[in-house]
């Protein structure tokens, strides 16, 4: 599957609130990809990346948060500069938005993964695969 | 003219036992005139009631409270037990918002009225050698002409200088004299910067020892930097206009709760629980009026969180007290002057959110003024995920509260799970503002 899930939660942006959260993935076992926070005011949403995030998913809904399984696509970037350019330039070209994003570089340091949420997905796939780039399965994703 | 301690000594001295036999009494003339009325013979015939059985004041609780929700309900001349031409005049809630609730008096509705606030105002300690300055607004607001009646039947002379223009209020007070006022404790307040700005003290420039402070919550805290102020003695009173107005409870001149004429109304406590400070405690007083002839209320729930100090008063008195209001139970609330229901609140809410959504509403003071927060759940089923969803949730929540009760609160999304359930006797209105916590 080239579509992949992350968790996004709702949350207070208060203190202790991330503290209960990540509290809540390591009593389940989950481990965390990536994570970063979309803040609003007073309120944030935190949108993490695991390794098992239907797991997380019905861990958090279980402890009360308001949590969202949101569909993303991991796009494979060469890790140096323009890497990251030559994405957004396929995707801007085509009209295609992003919502948001977060990037990380892999561990064998050549390659870095842009995880992107976008409206159509289908669209940003086809748009990505003519442009000439790889696009990581679910299951590579969750087990990086 | 009474020249003692007492007004009316007779009704005002009753002990306990014999108060409950005149409530009886009247109220029984009370239903058999309500069979006049349309409205409460449909009542009665809902609930099964036959008002000739009644023989004893328990007997009443086989009816079902009234409250604003059932005097908005239709015409309000359906109340009424005698007929129109009877009526001698008419009083009205503000109805800020929704419909206005209306009150129709008979001559002896008036009479009886003026009689009760005339006692109380007596009881204070106003006698007719009293300049009474009543700077309350006067018109379809009962504070205003209750007062005013009540005064000239004691016999003080009474200025009727309405609200508003503080220079002339403090000239009038100096040029005859006035020994008593009646005003808003707010209204007091900003008072003394006037007499300030006029190089006045007055404590030394004026002839006050009694003022009436009514009309909007205040602490107690407030009326002893009145009385502080103003070297006077303020009294706190409680009334409303669906029970004709000011005179319901009165404080007397030991100042430990109002008493409540028990003659003129029948008092229900809902919850005999201490309300103090938990603004979860659900409560309130009930009463009906008993000489009201054109239209009597029966079991009518005012909403007002109060205790009832059921022990006898030092000043003699047997009719009971009931302590300053703690706040409402939560159906209307006043929030910049304007009167909402939670209801209203629950209808926006539900028609953006869907069936089962959590909220509360928050009444703080924020630089000496209201402010309406309202908290609402985001549970996991009416999201999907996006931030800017959730941006747009609460700017529409904002918007369409706005639109129906015309004051623009301020939106909070919380978590699932943090605000206390809402079913049962959930709080869906804490009320946080100064005159709300008391002292």
């Known amino acids: 599957m080239i579509v992949a899930h992350q968790v996004n939660v709702f949350a207070r942006n208060q ?22 926070i979309a803040g609003a005011d007073d309120f944030g949403v935190v949108k993490l990346l695991v390794d098992d995030p239907e797991r997380a998913y019905q861990a958090l809904r279980r402890e009360g948060f308001s949590a969202y399984l949101k569909e993303v696509i991991a796009v494979i970037m060469d890790d140096r500069p323009g ?24 561990k064998d340091r050549s390659t870095a993964v842009l995880v992107v949420e976008v409206e159509k997905i289908p669209e940003a796939e086809e748009v990505l695969r003519e442009g000439g780039f790889a696009l990581m399965s679910d299951e590579e994703l969750y087990s990086l | 003219m009474p020249e003692g301690e007492f007004w009316n000594p007779e009704v005002e001295l009753l002990s306990g036992e014999e108060i409950r036999s005149l409530q009886l009494r009247r109220l029984r003339a009370v239903l058999e005139r309500c069979g006049n009325s349309p409205f409460y013979r449909e009542w009665f015939r809902e609930a099964g009631f036959d008002p000739a059985r009644v023989s004893s004041l328990d007997d009443l609780r086989a009816l079902p409270f009234m409250d604003k929700e059932t005097l908005r309900g239709g015409d309000p ?85 309405g609200s508003g223009n503080s220079k002339r209020q403090i000239q009038l007070m100096r040029d005859f004299g006035t020994t008593v006022i009646h005003v ?17 003290d007055p404590r030394r420039d004026t002839s006050l020892r009694i003022a009436f402070i009514g009309a909007e919550p205040h602490t ?23 029970m004709s107005g000011p005179g319901v409870a009165f404080e007397c001149p030991f100042q430990e709760g109002m008493h409540v004429g028990e003659d003129s109304f029948i008092l229900e406590a809902i919850d005999p629980e201490p309300l103090e400070p938990a603004p979860a405690a659900e409560g309130g007083e009930r009463a009906r009026t008993l000489h009201r002839e054109g239209m009597p209320l029966l079991r009518y ?23 300053r209001i703690k706040g409402r139970t939560d159906d209307m609330f006043i929030v910049k002057g304007v009167n909402v229901f939670p209801m209203q609140v629950e209808r926006v809410l539900l028609g953006i959110l869907g069936v089962g959504s959590n909220y509360r509403i928050v009444l703080e003071t924020v630089d000496n003024r209201d402010e309406m927060r309202v908290q609402v759940e985001v549970s996991g089923d009416l999201w999907h995920g996006e931030v800017k969803e959730l941006s747009q949730l609460r700017r529409r929540i904002a918007q369409e509260l706005r639109n129906e009760i015309l004051v623009t609160p ?30």
């Not at chain 2, 707010?186 to 700005?197: C, I, K, T």
Request: net charge neutral; aromatic share 8%.
């Open chain 2, 220 to 242: 107690e805290s407030l009326r002893r930097r009145l009385e502080e102020a103003y070297g006077i003695k303020a009294y706190n009173s409680y009334g409303l206009s669906e």
């Open chain 2, 184 to 200: 808003i404790p707010s209204y007091a307040l900003y008072l003394l910067d006037v007499f300030r700005e006029l190089g006045l």
């Open chain 2, 77 to 161: 001349r359906r109340f009424l037990t005698v007929p129109l031409e009877e009526v001698v005049r008419l009083h009205s809630s503000s109805g800020t918002t929704g419909q206005a609730t209306v009150v129709f008096h008979t001559a002896r509705d008036i009479d009886a009225w003026t009689e009760l606030v005339a006692r109380c105002m007596y009881m204070t300690g106003v006698r007719r050698s009293d300049v009474f300055q009543n700077m309350m607004g006067y018109g379809l607001f009962t504070g205003g002409l209750g007062f005013h009646y009540a005064a000239e039947r004691i016999g003080a002379l009474v200025i009727p200088a």
């Open chain 1, 15 to 36: 203190p202790g609130r991330l503290e209960r959260l990540t509290q809540v993935l390591m009593e389940e076992n989950v481990n965390i990809r990536a994570i970063t």
């Open chain 2, 301 to 323: 729930r005012t909403h007002d969180l109060a205790r009832v100090f059921p022990e006898p008063c030092r000043c003699g008195r047997a009719h009971r007290r009931i302590s």
């Open chain 2, 410 to 439: 301020v939106v909070e999304l919380v978590e699932p799970g943090s605000l206390p359930a809402g079913e049962g006797k959930a709080v869906r209105v804490v009320d946080m503002r100064d005159h709300a916590r008391g002292e």
């Open chain 1, 83 to 106: 890497g990251l350019h030559r994405v957004c330039r396929a995707l801007g070209e085509r009209g295609v938005n992003i919502e948001d994003a977060y990037g990380f570089v892999v």
